[in-house]
């Protein structure tokens, strides 16, 4: 079956660094996205990854382990506007997202 | 950036109605849209998956005559929700596949049905 694990809650300090981590199972891979979503809104997209390595975004990154089906999303100097749910879905053999049930960040002050 | 919309954002019927939720493409066509349900602290749920010019897709478990979807346009697909009951009440999100890799999610659409 298709699985994608991430943890399922975290907590951080204000101006910190944290890392979420997401290992997925899936048939075919054809690139991994990191979502973030607000409570009670839509996800809104972060990033994509399809080759391995690091994609930097301005205070966000995200790399890539094909071989070891592994992802991790990297949040810099983190607000308090970060504290959010990050989702990780893989895109599948049939181009379908497979969602992971998501990490929800708490940032303390 | 691609802009999905969805309308409405937020909708309250009375048990036994029909409720239509509509997804838009705003700046670019998308041949494919899905429709998801998201339950409180759950993560989102694929219902469908909705292809121009023919027949919705349903992921199991999904009743494809409860949920009727039609994608009539390359940038408009709308999920109906028939004879609506309490247990429906969820956020619908709908995105938009461009090209292969790029989906987009509109807002979604919180619905209550009492």
């Known amino acids: 079956g298709q699985n994608i694990d991430q943890p399922t809650e975290m907590t951080a300090t204000e101006g910190a660094i944290v890392q979420i981590n997401c290992t997925y199972q899936?048939?075919?891979?054809?690139?991994l996205f990191w979502y973030q979503q607000h409570a009670g809104e839509a996800p809104t997209f972060l990033s994509y990854?399809?080759l391995d390595g690091l994609e930097e975004k301005g205070r966000f990154s995200s790399f890539l382990s094909r071989s070891k089906g592994y992802s991790y999303l990297l949040l810099k100097e983190l607000q308090m506007k970060d504290s959010a749910s990050y989702l990780c879905a893989v895109l599948d053999s049939n181009y379908q997202l497979i969602w992971g049930a998501g990490t929800k960040l708490i940032i303390k002050p | 950036g691609a802009v999905v919309s969805q309308h409405p954002s937020r909708v309250i019927c009375k048990s036994g109605t029909s409720v239509k939720i509509e997804c838009r493409s705003l700046?670019?066509?998308?041949?494919?849209m899905f429709w998801y349900r998201q339950f409180p602290k759950q993560s989102l749920m694929l219902m469908a998956t909705?292809?121009?010019?023919?027949?919705?897709?349903?992921e199991q478990g999904v009743e494809k005559d409860k949920f009727l979807i039609n994608h009539a346009s390359l940038t408009l697909s709308t999920l109906t929700v028939t004879s609506a009951h309490p247990e429906d009440s969820s956020f619908y999100i709908c995105s938009a596949r461009r090209g292969e890799n790029e989906q987009y999610f509109g807002p979604g659409t919180r619905l209550t049905v009492t």
């Open positions: 909705s292809n121009e010019g023919s027949k919705a897709t349903y």
């Open positions: 990854n399809v």
């Open positions: 700046d670019f066509q998308a041949t494919t």
């Open positions: 899936t048939s075919g891979f054809n690139g």
